[in-house]
């Protein structure tokens, strides 16, 4: 009987954190001062020791909490003061694009601050926002700014926004330097290599994915293999154990090898960045160290619970992250359910090759609840897919690392040493992207309460089940091939589309992707929504093989950034784009993506009129002037304002696409649609409250689409114009509410299918 005391104190504690992050502290206090009467009653070692585990958490978590909560740089921010402050960066600067425009985050402690006419010494995590100016400060350095604070809900006292650029005051302390030099060199290692190897090898050594193609990010999470692109507990275990190999090749024993693996953990540590995430990966790849030693099955579950108490005291926040579940959840599935599964198989296989299918089938239904209520997809080609890539990540992981360390000294050697990285990378690609492209390589699952207890208990089911199974050959290879059959076999959508289809609007959350029907298996796609899977899956529902024409309104990244999910594997045409080539970063993807299939993007023509299959399109806006309206209402406006706006005709039905216009283009438009009519209305800017209800309500649409992501943080679709199009006798349908929405039109009759 395997002693599950240790591993209980990890449960505990773990249950602990979460209690603390969802509760409120009187609550938590209640539920934690009951679970540990009822453990001292109860009398058993194992469950007080649980108990206490979770206590001794949830009281970390509360004084953290408190902290937070408390202090001058939190009273501050409540009062929203402008302060001078010392930070200490403690994260790599990272763009994130925001409704504004893009701003710079980066993580740090404020050391002293100075506002409202008082000064502090204090020892507070804040969140940096600024502009680019702060692209190229360093991790460890101290630097003055200014700025105003405001409240923060993220783990951090308050949020900074700085102004201008930073003032360095003190520069990193070496080991922070020297670590910033390997990650330099890693990437010129792999510099002359093509771009997705150059991008994937230093995430898979360091997690460093700045510049990680999105599309292929996608196929990374559709196949399984995500965990290639963040640092994980297998980027330790591989490195460290590769440095321990070194070491006993060069004579080192004993307690000295200790001192090895110790150093190599601190190294990795520093090389992939001291945030919770690697240090949580950290602890995991020293559990699987662990685990590999002599009896490392049971000595692998006890430092587990170890690890996981050790890292929920340290940082309690990771009670509720998703990373942290993910590793603890995988490695825990590969210390407890793979070596029975692998004795199953060992009964007509060989033990090699139950191995190889016994540990990620393990780590698959250990994280799939997790994974599910994050991505709303179950992967069927998961462990297929980590399989085959696994022979190519040892390999591309340490050689990939050696070329960044001999790099340190000769570049060019460096390059050689990272070369076989870069070809092992290029096979977990073609992996990746071949396996995405499977016909049902992943099927949609809800993330609501029910859909993600229904994939647990089938979970559990399969944790029952799977060792009578795989012990039989038959039901092993039966099983096999069924999955095989499903994977290369697209799954039936009954009704779906209708044959009298006329229009659909894609599900593809907050942002655009609309498709006029063309032909059988032809449809002129209009904007790419945000998501490439999304769009893509969209468009094999619909069965469309053939794209005469994609228009793309303008290149905001939510009506741009799906553009791979429909140029993938599908004939397609001309593309055609808006006159103004805002933003830089949307315009830089539509070019790369359409290299691919050359077919060069070219603009729209005002007031050009053409037929493409069974759809006759009318470009209307924007004028052929060139320049866009003055923007109003803020920034971002002249982007929407060159919205190609178009008139398509579809077997006698009338539908106006107005991508995402606003106000000042919209006046426009209703002088010169004056007296026009049409059936469907795409209403423009997702149902924005900035509208011009001459235009929306004046072309008297008998059905208005609303294309609209689901608790978006815009409010969109605005009340107020819901209500006003609804009282012209408008039907409204929405994607947040309806999932995909197909206009259909019978004998003249309108119709509208959802499928949600």
């Known amino acids: 009987?395997?002693?599950?005391?240790?591993?209980?104190?990890?449960?505990?504690?773990?249950?602990?954190?979460?209690?603390?992050?969802?509760?409120?502290?009187?609550?938590?206090?209640?539920?934690?001062?009951?679970?540990?009467?009822?453990?001292?009653?109860?009398?058993?070692?194992?469950?007080?020791?649980?108990?206490?585990?979770?206590?001794?958490?949830a009281g970390v978590a509360l004084l953290h909490?408190?902290?937070?909560?408390?202090?001058?740089?939190?009273?501050l921010a409540t009062e929203r003061a402008v302060v001078t402050a010392d930070v200490v960066v403690t994260s790599d600067p990272r763009v994130s694009h925001g409704r504004f425009g893009d701003v710079v985050v980066v993580r740090g402690d404020v050391r002293t601050v100075?506002?409202?006419?008082?000064?502090?010494?204090?020892?507070?995590?804040?969140?940096v926002l600024a502009d680019e100016g702060w692209l190229d400060v360093a991790l460890g350095e101290r630097v003055r700014v200014s700025g105003r604070l405001g409240p923060a809900d993220d783990g951090a006292a308050a949020l900074l926004s700085a102004r201008g650029r930073p003032q360095v005051v003190e520069g990193p302390d070496p080991w922070w330097r020297g670590a910033a030099?390997?990650?330099?060199?890693?990437?010129?290692?792999?510099?002359?290599?093509?771009e997705h190897p150059r991008e994937l090898v230093p995430a898979l050594v360091v997690g460093d994915d700045s510049g990680l193609d999105p599309a292929l990010a996608d196929d990374f999470r559709t196949t399984g293999l995500t965990h290639l692109l963040a640092v994980s507990g297998t980027n330790l275990t591989l490195l460290v154990g590769f440095l321990l190999v070194v070491a006993r090749w060069l004579g080192v024993r004993g307690r000295w090898t200790y001192a090895v693996a110790a150093a190599g953990v601190v190294g990795f540590v520093l090389i992939a960045r001291t945030e919770p995430s690697v240090v949580r990966a950290a602890a995991m790849g020293t559990v699987a160290l662990v685990g590999m030693g002599t009896n490392g099955r049971e000595r692998g579950a006890r430092c587990l619970g170890v690890a996981v108490l050790a890292l929920l005291l340290v940082?309690?926040?990771?009670?509720?992250?998703?990373?942290?579940?993910?590793?603890?959840?995988?490695?825990?599935?590969?210390?407890?359910?793979?070596?029975?599964?692998?004795?199953?198989?060992?009964?007509?296989?060989?033990?090699?090759?139950?191995?190889?299918?016994?540990?990620?089938?393990a780590a698959q239904v250990a994280c799939t609840p997790v994974v599910t209520a994050l991505s709303g997809q179950i992967s069927l080609v998961a462990v297929l897919a980590n399989l085959l890539a696994a022979p190519a990540i040892?390999?591309?992981?340490?050689?990939?690392?050696?070329?960044?360390?001999?790099?340190?000294?000769?570049?060019?050697?460096?390059?050689?040493?990272?070369?076989?990285?870069?070809?092992?990378?290029?096979?977990?690609v073609v992996v990746a992207q071949h396996g995405a492209a499977l016909p049902t390589a992943s099927i949609t699952w809800g993330t609501g309460p029910l859909a993600l207890v229904v994939v647990t208990a089938l979970c559990g089911l399969v944790v029952v089940v799977a060792p009578r199974v795989l012990r039989h050959r038959g039901a092993g290879i039966g099983c096999s091939v069924l999955l095989v059959v499903t994977v290369l076999t697209r799954p039936p959508t009954p009704g779906w589309p209708p044959d009298d289809w006329v229009l659909a609007m894609c599900d593809v959350g907050q942002g655009d992707g609309l498709v006029l029907h063309a032909g059988?298996?032809?449809?002129?796609?209009?904007?790419?929504?945000?998501?490439?899977?999304?769009?893509?899956?969209?468009?094999?529902?619909?069965?469309?093989?053939s794209v005469p024409l994609v228009v793309l309104t303008h290149f905001h990244d939510d009506h741009v950034a799906g553009l791979a999910g429909v140029l993938d594997g599908r004939e397609v045409g001309e593309v055609q784009v808006t006159s103004l080539p805002d933003p830089a970063s949307g315009v830089a993807l539509v070019e790369r993506e359409t290299a691919g299939v050359g077919a060069a993007p070219v603009v729209a023509p005002y007031g050009a009129t053409r037929r493409v299959g069974e759809v006759t399109l009318q470009t209307l806006w924007p004028l052929p002037a060139g320049a866009p309206l003055a923007p109003e209402g803020g920034e971002g406006s002249a982007a929407n304002d060159a919205s190609v706006v178009l008139l398509a005709v579809v077997r006698g039905v009338r539908i106006l696409l107005t991508g995402d216009v606003e106000p000042p283009a919209q006046a426009s438009l209703e002088r010169l649609l004056a007296g026009v009519e049409v059936d469907v209305l795409k209403v423009p800017h997702h149902g924005s409250r900035h509208q011009d209800l001459d235009l929306l309500l004046g072309v008297r649409a008998r059905l208005a689409l609303v294309s609209v992501g689901a608790d978006n943080d815009y409010g969109h679709p605005a009340p107020d114009l819901l209500t006003a199009l609804t009282a012209t006798g408008a039907q409204v349908r929405r994607t947040d509410l309806d999932g995909d929405v197909v206009v259909s039109v019978d004998d003249g009759a309108l119709g509208v299918r959802t499928r949600g």
């Open 1 to 57: 009987m395997r002693d599950l005391r240790t591993p209980m104190l990890g449960a505990g504690a773990w249950l602990g954190g979460i209690a603390a992050a969802v509760l409120p502290p009187w609550a938590t206090l209640a539920v934690v001062g009951l679970v540990l009467l009822t453990a001292v009653v109860s009398r058993q070692g194992a469950a007080i020791g649980a108990a206490l585990a979770g206590a001794a958490v």
């Open 65 to 75: 909490l408190g902290g937070i909560a408390s202090g001058p740089v939190h009273d």
């Open 114 to 127: 100075a506002g409202r006419g008082a000064a502090y010494d204090v020892r507070s995590p804040v969140v």
């Open 181 to 194: 030099a390997v990650r330099r060199s890693i990437r010129e290692a792999v510099a002359p290599r093509a």
């Open 315 to 361: 940082v309690p926040d990771l009670a509720v992250s998703a990373g942290f579940a993910l590793s603890a959840l995988a490695t825990g599935g590969i210390l407890f359910l793979a070596p029975g599964w692998r004795d199953a198989l060992m009964a007509w296989l060989p033990r090699w090759a139950a191995e190889a299918v016994s540990v990620p089938l």
């Open 394 to 428: 040892a390999p591309a992981t340490v050689l990939g690392l050696a070329g960044g360390l001999v790099g340190l000294v000769w570049t060019p050697l460096g390059q050689v040493v990272a070369a076989p990285a870069a070809w092992s990378v290029g096979w977990i």
């Open 520 to 545: 059988p298996g032809a449809g002129i796609v209009v904007d790419a929504g945000p998501d490439p899977v999304l769009m893509d899956e969209c468009l094999r529902r619909l069965e469309i093989t």
